[in-house]
């Protein structure tokens, strides 16, 4: 907490600040055996050129000891170099920001020699320039024991920004080159590895928290390879374009997704619908400014973009500190927080930088590639832990899906075993009845009729039997689709329906097809229990009527009963698992019969329903396509 203070306090310096008025700086002694001579506090600035100035303009021009932090069009430095006795004559002028414009050295010799001029800048590829490095560099051979007083004219409608000014010996910049670009390079290697592995991950696990942190990175190693000045250095043919897109989506782009990060590490959407508006939105603002990139007025949007990020990235993390106090056992939250603390204070640093001359200019970017490195080290803490708490999710889900299906195949040996039980005796009754039958010989018939009616009764209780079985297993349904012919499978219900002492079972038809592609058996199974249904809860003297149709493609067979009917409130309950409507009190039931209809009517691609029937009652359909 003491670091985000910190840093908010750092934010709020809107007060610019005197500063040191100093007299003209010192001259750049060049003796001894440094191996650079730096230029910090040694330079001279001049900002108020529209860009008509020229070199012998700025005879007349009052120069500040204070130098613009950052700015934009035209600025020009001044500054005085003296080569001791016994120093080499050739030394190189280099200093960054690398991704300026337009820069240009001018050399004049206090003796009278003339003026040298250097053309440098993004402008110009890096294949083109004399001295191919990561900052801008120049040649300058510089007369002994003599001041040699040196201009530069930079100009960028980007971004001007002056650091890491020095006098270098040309072999001790050769090494330093080599070792920045060996650290950068590792840099960026490590990066551009983070964002590859994090998108595969991310696409694989379909997880937006994981690509939207690839997406961040991906924006950092866009900004850090501009700003370490090795976009010129790989591709030579690289100009300002180039520069500007990279450097725009690194600037942009990674505050865009710096608030989508923090929207889906804290999950606002669901927790807090309000900021993750708030959130969505000022992403969706500072993306708008990427079509600005390459636009003269781009200037514009950077202050503006890079103080709404840093506002998110402090708001973030004190909903963050809010949900780890509420969750104390959530890790993951606490390593977020702690990743995004070092970015959040060096954009903080970055934006007072441009705000007031109190921080100093370079502060920000010192602080920014350590920074960056600590804060992709504690992310990729972060996502390893995440993802080592999806595996043990995962592995837990396997081991409880093992459990469910030993559960489920003990569930179906015991069904199995219990139509065996109820078969059994009941294929003993239905084959005793034929035995009978055939020792009597002809028979009354009444007596015949008996013996039908215990071997309707035996089907029947068999049927019923596999009915509700069927509906504990209906997961393991397996289909048949065959032609059949609605006509016959009507038949066969009605036959094996009938029963003493209730009322016969009538059937409507209009405009049937002659055959259609269906699991008959199925579809028998879905009409007995809805007979059985209606049969339960109407009146024993009641009427059933089955309605088969067919229209617009579809089977449509229904069967209309003169029961108590279903209220409208329950009508797509009543077909769901061991549900029971109200008319249900006091009657037998189980509450699957309806359940197994929908689900056969669904395997064929169809729908079950019921309604009021006029007159009182209820009418229930299953509706099937005629070609599965």
Known sequence: MGWLFAALAMLLLMVPGAGLADAAPPVVALSGAAPSYSLDGRMTAFAQDDGSATLADMAGKAFSPEIPPITTGVLWLRFQALRE?????????????????????????????????????????????????????????????????????????????????????????????????????????????????????????????????????????????????????????????????????????????????WDRILDLGRVFPLMHRLFMGGAGLILAGLALVLHPSFHLVVLPTQALATAGGMAGMILGVRQAMRRRDDVVIRIYMLAFLPVVVAWAVEVSARMTPLVPADLGRSMDIGASILHVALLCAALAYRLRLIQQARLQAEAALVGEQVSRQRLRT????????????????????????????????????????????????????????????????????????????????????????????????????????????????????????????????????ILARGAEGRLELRVADRGPGVPESEAERVFEKYYRGSAAKGIPGTGIGLHLVKAIAEMHGGSAFCRPRQGGGAEFAVVVPLRA
């Open 85 to 261: 006795v016994g120093q080499p004559a050739e030394w190189i002028l280099a200093f960054g920001e690398p991704d300026m414009d337009d820069v240009r050295v001018y050399v004049s010799d206090s003796g009278g020699g003339g003026v040298s001029e250097t053309r440098l800048g993004r402008r110009i590829p890096n294949g083109e320039l004399d001295l191919s490095t990561g900052l801008h560099a120049a040649r300058l051979t510089l007369p002994e024991g003599r001041p040699v007083t040196i201009h530069l004219r930079l100009a960028s409608n980007h971004k001007i920004r002056v650091e890491q000014a020095a006098l270098w010996r040309p072999a001790a910049l050769i090494q330093e080159e080599a070792r920045r670009s060996a650290v950068y390079g590792l840099h960026m290697g490590a990066l551009l590895v983070v964002v590859v592995v994090s998108a595969l991950f991310g696409a694989w696990l379909r997880d937006g928290l994981i690509l939207a942190y690839a997406a961040y990175v991906a924006t950092i190693f866009c900004r850090g390879m501009v700003h370490t000045g090795l976009v010129p250095l790989i591709f030579s043919s690289a100009g300002r374009d180039a520069n500007y897109l990279l450097s725009g989506i690194g600037l942009l782009g990674g505050g865009a997704t710096l608030l989508i990060l």
């Open 414 to 545: 015991f069904f199995d075993m219990v139509a065996h039980e109820f078969k059994t005796p009941l294929a003993i009754i239905d084959s005793a009845v034929q035995v009978v039958e055939l020792d009597l010989g002809r028979v009354r018939p009444e007596v015949s009729e008996r013996f039908l009616t215990i071997r309707r009764a035996v089907r029947r209780l068999v049927k019923l039997i596999e009915t509700c079985l069927a509906g504990e297993r209906d997961t393991a349904l397996a289909m048949r689709l065959r032609p059949m012919a609605p006509a016959d499978l009507l038949e066969r219900v009605v036959e094996r329906n009938r029963e003493p002492g209730r009322a016969d079972i009538t059937v409507s038809v209009s405009d049937l097809p002659e055959y259609c592609v269906a699991d008959a058996e199925l579809l028998g199974i879905a009409l007995d229990a809805l007979i059985d249904n209606a049969r339960r809860y109407g009146p024993a003297d009641q009427k059933l009527e």
